[in-house]
T-cell receptor, first 113, second 112 residues
Framework: LAKTTQPISMDSYEGQEVNITCSHNNIATNDYITWYQQFPSQGPRFIIQGYKTKVTNEVASLFIPADRKSSTLSLPRVSLSDTAVYYCLVGGSFSGGYNKLIFGAGTRLAVHP | DAGVTQSPTHLIKTRGQHVTLRCSPISGHKSVSWYQQVLGQGPQFIFQYYEKEERGRGNFPDRFSARQFPNYSSELNVNALLLGDSALYLC???????????FGPGTRLTVT
């Protein structure tokens, strides 16, 4: 499973766009990129998943360049409630085996008034 | 629809005791995974079950065991508790065990 590297912490202000970049140089051909959000004392929450190019849902966008060695989670117009730890994970989809989620330390995002 | 549920919410045990944690997946999900999260760290994978069979095991001692029942609920058992087992234990369910997993609120285990 590919290892990921992301910033330990980031600070932002309400209303700003936040971009968190994750490096995964050893990503395999069948690996997907998945982001989770976690608030204190809660389980992680699935945010978005992608394979290549751009994926957008109601809460975030995920940008993946052609070489797939990095990805950027974009949170538009953050609010105080977006203060959380964000995890980037890479791995294959179910293919008859199993997929354990390998969490790193994550990025602690602090949104200020 | 109900999300993933876990019980109990909190638990205090003494070293050497054993503990059983329970998880009910989202209806229709056939895979359950267990994770341990120590304060300040990301969750660490313990087990994954799919269709009642163990599909994967993380780097945890044999004191940790789990099983999945016909209704897809699951139990995590930990024997001979150590102080270092104090953590938040998370259960996640998914349809087939893929990367889009849905986590429960966790069980906070404190070993004294």
């Amino acid at each position: 499973l590919a290892k990921t590297t992301q910033p330990i912490s980031m600070d932002s202000y309400e209303g700003q766009e936040v971009n968190i970049t994750c490096s995964h140089n050893n990503i395999a051909t069948n690996d997907y990129i998945t982001w989770y959000q976690q608030f204190p004392s809660q389980g992680p929450r699935f945010i978005i998943q992608g394979y290549k190019t751009k994926v957008t849902n109601e809460v975030a966008s995920l940008f993946i360049p052609a070489d797939r060695k990095s990805s950027t989670l974009s949170l538009p117009r953050v609010s105080l409630s977006d203060t959380a730890v964000y995890y980037c994970l890479v791995g294959g989809s179910f293919s008859g085996g199993y997929n354990k989620l390998i969490f790193g330390a994550g990025t602690r995002l602090a949104v200020h008034p | 629809d109900a999300g993933v549920t876990q019980s109990p919410t909190h638990l205090i045990k003494t070293r050497g005791q054993h503990v059983t944690l329970r998880c009910s997946p989202i209806s229709g999900h056939k895979s359950v995974s267990w994770y341990q999260q120590v304060l300040g760290q990301g969750p660490q994978f313990i087990f994954q079950y799919y269709e009642k069979e163990e599909r994967g095991r993380g780097n945890f001692p044999d004191r940790f065991s789990a099983r999945q029942f016909p209704n897809y609920s699951s139990e995590l058992n930990v024997n001979a508790l150590l102080l270092g087992d104090s953590a938040l234990y998370l259960c996640a369910s998914s349809f087939r065990g893929d990367h889009e997993q849905y986590f429960g609120p966790g069980t906070r285990l404190t070993v004294t």
